[in-house]
């Protein structure tokens, strides 16, 4: 299937000379949701900038459904909805006011009940006569997410949509964004919470340095994480295992006072109870015992700390 989105050899240099995006490449499939993970610094927002065309391209392309978003412009904008990283409202327009302005300028018919839908879907239709100076942050970044949507979208690019937005308010924020890949919308979103990209994205990026580490289908990333680990310390250091556990991935540490056993979480009989009987029969007791599940997190960590050193 051709993608929606296809980012071929991107790179940004900007003014100062600071190289922002190197070679990026990627394709975005219609109807998906992607997550771009990255330190600050890393180059997602200028990535979706340049997508949105926001920002002038250094060397490659970017095509909209198969359209150039420099030399179609007009467009490849027009089927985009942006949600900005930066709060930018007029603060004496109201909130009904400020999303049917932003639906007149991408040239849609009025549309009162869609309005009234969107604003309703965001908890905002209470609010509708307030002026945009009188909400607070959180509702603030919805406001920007009813502007986003306003003409119908077919892509929304969302550059934090949560960033400083209540759990509560997160949590509907999700169901938004869900619904919105029901009803087909292709959303690419970057977080600094992993949670949120665990939660809602169908693939994961990370991004750092203005390089795609890694693009991976979230499943898959979650069947790498599947690894629990079970930590052991023991009374009396050992040097060997006992024969009966020879055939286990177990480790020893700790001048041979503790034991790390890795075993896959999704498994129904993990051998945690064969290999604790294996150490009792063998005459080794136990002082303490700790199990632990690699994250989305330690990945991400790990990625961006082998990239920097
Ligand atoms: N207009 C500009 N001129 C020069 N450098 C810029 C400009 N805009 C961004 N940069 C630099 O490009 C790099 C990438 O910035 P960008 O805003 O894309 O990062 P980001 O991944 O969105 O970070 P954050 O998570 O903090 O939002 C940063 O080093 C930033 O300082
Ligand atoms: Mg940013």
Redesign the pocket.
Known sequence: MEPIIDIQNLTKK???G?L?LDNVSAQIAAGEIIALL??????????ISIICGLTTITKGTVSIDGCDVVSEYRKARSIIGLVP?ELMLEPFETVLGTVKLSRGLFGQKADPGYIEKILRQLSLWDRRSTQIRELSGGMKRRVLIAKALSHEPRILFLD?PTAGVDVDMRRETWEVIKDLKRSGVTIVL?T?YIEEAEEIADRIAV?NSGRVLLIEEKTELMKRLGTKQLSIDINQPISELPLTLADCDIQIENNGTRLIYKYDASMKQAGVTAVLSALNEAGVSILDLQTYQSSLEDIFVGLVAEETT
């Open positions: 900007y003014a100062d600071y922002a990255g330190p600050n610094g890393a180059g997602k927002t200028t990535l990283q934090e970057t600094h991004i």
